[in-house]
Each structure stands twice: as structure tokens, then as C-alpha cells.
């Protein structure tokens, strides 16, 4: 019989954790994942706000860095930590994305991404996944859910209305529809006639549709609607007269500076997280600095769905979600294990050269 004798570095370590293998996943394999399958990306989204709010998540301030010579582009820094260790799917990582608005005048999408995945056990990342899809995905899913949850009480929309008409506006439809939602018409406003028609286009195409209308303003298309999507980049309130309202919509209030606080005062007000809706001159920021607390929001999305906070059906109710980084790391943790079944996932070999501490 031969004995192997084991060097004691290898023994010590023998148990140890190993380095994971690195994947990148590009934007075409992140799409086939998700297209179709709507109702199971809400169902993770929704999964993710229960963790979220029974403590279970790490989810940090964003990070802007934004530039004195670019002020109207920023990048966004997304760290979170989702799960515990009674969590069977737990990852950490981070969103990187950037906002160029300038970028659509030259005919490319405003915002790019990456989410990188982080192995809970070591640290080491072992995904990059390109991320604006998965960033459009979860944002869509989370409107599509709040919409599903604060419609219930009242008569179910059927007047969708979008300010803002570009990709952002574009999932939010696929994911209403895909989970369920019709509607006797699409009403549609843009700053710019070109994205406004292009989005008609898109949604004649669809099917799925009814009757579309372009509205000339936002105050018609408001007053047309009774469940209004802000997909905008305005940076400051530009909806200022709460009268609009008065109908009682569903608003989803996605790009988050749209809205003038008089308008929130008159509305209840979801979100998704306190603190961080709070910040960043959100509309919800401004109405907490004029007033000086924070009463007017009446609680987060989880509250909803655990029936903490019941919705009033006389009264407009406003939707206003940050953006968690949770929900990028579960909607791109589902992506990355739906590839890995798939037996596609692209391993880069040898991506961490210094894998032994001693060499």
C-alpha cells in the first residue's frame, strides 16, 4: 500500500473554500433568459422585497459619481448583499451604471451596464453579467407588481398612460402585458415627437395595445389615464398641479423627479425604501425636506404585500422606487443559474491567476 503524504499548507487548507470559476454573460444570453418569463421575473422581484424587509438584505447608500464637466451624465454604484445563511440562493455583488443622456442624440441607448456577482463563501466574483436588460427587467417587474398591488381595491386600470417613452417605458409595457394586463387604450407623451413615435410603433407592433393616442401634454395624457408610468430623465418636478389628479390614479412614478411635492401631499404614497427614496433630490427628498418629516409616505411596497398598509381606492396613490440593488443581484443571480442549467455559461479560464496564497 502506498501512503501519500499531504504537505501541511495542503492539509491545513484542504477544506478550504476554492476559487470559483469567472463568467461573463453577455447581453443576448441575459435576454433569451428573461424574454417570456415575466410573471416568474415579478415573482423573484417580489420575493426579494419580502427578504428586504425582514432584514435579510444588505443594501447601502448608491453611489453617484457624477462629473463637473458632464452634468447632466452620472454613474451609479449599486452594492447590496442578498440573503443569509439560511438563504439558499445568497449572493453579493454590485451595479455599475451609467446614465448619458447624450447619448440618444447620437442614436445609442442612454444607459449601459455590468452587475458583478460575488461568491458569499470567498468574495471572489465569479459573474459579470451585462446588466442594462437586468436593470430594465427588475425595474419593470417592480411597477408591474406595485401596479398589480395597489390597483386591488379599486376598478382594475384600463387607460395606461406613459410620460416618457423610451426604454425603460418599453419593458414596463412587456411586463404589464406579460403578467396579465390589458387595456382599452396607450396614451403617450414625450419631450421629444421622435421617441413619442417610436414608441407607437412599438406598441402598434405589439398587439397588445388598444387604442394608442400621443398626447400633445402631460396635463391630457394625465387626465386621460388611470395608471400613469413616469419614465423620464427630468432631474427636477415638472408635474406641479395636483387638480390632474383628481380622478384617483395608480401612478408609478418610476424616474422619481418628476412629481412636485404639492402633488405628493395630496396622494398616499408608497415606495420602496424610506431611506433610500429619501435622498438624491427625489421628488419624495424635496417633499420631506419642505415639510419636515416624513408622514405623507405611508409606507413601502412590502408592506403591501404583507398587509401591513391597506391602499385607499378614493385617492391617487403614488409609487416611488429608488432602485434596490437586491433586486439586480436576484433578478441576476436567476439569470446566471438558468444558464448554468443550460450548460452555455462561458467560463473564463484561468481569469485569477494568483489562486494559492504561498504561489
Not at 251 to 269: C, G, K, Q
Request: proline share 6%.
Amino acid at each position: 500500500m502506498t501512503t501519500v503524504h499531504t504537505a501541511p499548507d495542503e492539509a491545513a487548507h484542504a477544506d478550504a473554500p476554492a476559487v470559483p470559476p469567472f463568467a461573463v454573460i453577455p447581453g443576448a444570453q441575459v435576454k433569451e433568459v428573461l424574454q417570456g418569463r415575466e410573471k416568474a421575473v415579478v415573482d423573484v422581484v417580489e420575493a426579494t422585497y419580502r427578504m428586504h424587509g425582514s432584514g435579510r438584505t444588505v443594501n447601502p447608500p448608491s453611489s453617484f459619481l457624477r462629473f463637473p464637466d458632464r452634468p447632466s451624465s452620472r454613474i451609479i454604484a449599486l452594492p447590496a448583499s442578498l440573503g443569509d445563511e439560511s438563504t439558499e440562493n445568497r449572493v453579493d455583488g454590485m451595479k455599475w451604471i451609467s446614465s448619458f443622456p447624450g447619448n440618444v442624440a447620437s442614436g445609442i441607448p442612454r444607459a449601459s451596464a455590468v452587475l458583478i456577482l460575488n461568491d458569499p463563501g470567498t468574495g471572489y466574483p465569479f459573474a459579470c453579467l451585462e446588466s442594462s436588460i437586468i436593470s430594465a427587467a427588475r425595474t419593470a417587474a417592480s411597477a408591474a407588481a406595485a401596479a398589480d398591488r395597489l390597483s386591488r381595491g379599486r376598478s382594475r386600470p384600463t387607460r395606461l398612460g406613459f410620460v416618457g417613452a423610451g426604454l425603460i417605458a418599453r419593458y414596463i409595457h412587456t411586463y404589464l402585458t406579460g403578467t396579465g394586463w390589458s387595456f382599452d387604450s396607450v396614451g403617450v407623451h414625450d419631450v421629444s415627437a421622435d421617441s413619442a413615435a417610436g414608441f407607437r410603433t412599438y406598441l402598434e407592433r405589439s398587439g397588445d395595445a388598444g387604442h394608442i393616442a400621443v398626447h400633445a401634454d402631460a396635463e391630457e395624457l394625465i387626465r386621460h389615464s388611470d395608471l400613469i408610468v413616469f419614465a423620464t430623465v427630468a432631474a427636477r418636478p415638472h408635474i406641479t398641479e395636483p387638480s390632474w389628479f383628481d380622478h384617483n390614479p395608480v401612478v408609478l412614478h418610476v424616474s422619481l423627479r418628476d412629481l412636485d411635492p404639492r402633488v405628493l401631499l395630496a396622494a398616499t404614497n408608497i415606495v420602496d425604501d424610506v431611506d433610500h427614496c429619501l435622498r438624491a433630490d427625489t421628488s419624495p427628498d424635496l417633499t420631506a425636506r419642505l415639510t419636515g418629516n416624513r408622514d405623507f409616505v405611508h409606507g413601502t411596497l412590502d408592506d403591501v404585500l404583507a398587509g401591513r398598509v391597506t391602499v385607499p381606492a378614493d385617492r391617487t396613490v403614488v409609487f416611488s422606487p429608488f432602485g434596490l440593488g437586491v433586486l439586480d443581484l436576484a433578478v441576476g443571480k436567476y439569470v446566471y443559474d438558468q444558464v448554468t442549467r443550460s450548460g452555455d455559461l462561458h467560463v473564463i479560464d484561468n481569469f485569477f491567476h494568483e489562486t494559492r496564497r504561498y504561489g
